[in-house]
């Protein structure tokens, strides 16, 4: 069973930044595709983006491109999402995800929850005054 850990949540103002990390529990990320979600309250869960397993597929959806930046470091085992510009829309608990499929193609396209198989348990995020 794979397992991953979300951190570096918070409450953090309007126009402002945090930056997330996701790290395995057991296992190393060189060889997965890593994907992050979020879902806010009385939502469905929303994939926001995605980095292939070598970094070079990147994936946005829309409403974060610009603002939003994923990456990899495969020496620290952690996979990071640079949050900038953060509105009170980003408000939701985010959560990095990953699959035993590591074919690059899981990165292409609309992220869909089904893709992915193995969950963190998700960390806050909220933008407030």
């Known amino acids: 069973q794979l397992q991953l850990v979300e951190s570096g949540g918070g409450l953090v103002q309007p126009g402002g930044s945090l930056t997330l990390s996701c790290v395995p529990s057991?296992?190393?990320?060189?060889?997965?595709?890593i994907a992050w979600f979020r879902q806010a309250p009385g939502k469905e869960r929303e994939g926001v983006s995605c980095i292939g397993n070598r970094g070079i597929i990147i994936n946005y959806v829309d409403s974060v491109k610009g603002r939003f930046t994923i990456s990899r470091d495969n020496d620290k085992n952690t996979v990071y999402l640079q949050m900038n510009s953060l509105k009170p829309d980003d408000t939701a608990v985010y959560y990095c995800?990953?699959?035993?499929?590591?074919?690059?193609?899981?990165?292409?396209?609309?992220?869909?929850?089904?893709?992915?198989?193995?969950w963190g348990q998700g960390t806050q995020v909220t933008v407030s005054s």
């Open positions: 057991g296992f190393t990320l060189e060889e997965y595709n």
């Open positions: 995800a990953t699959s035993w499929n590591h074919n690059t193609n899981m990165c292409v396209g609309e992220l869909r929850e089904g893709r992915f198989d193995y």
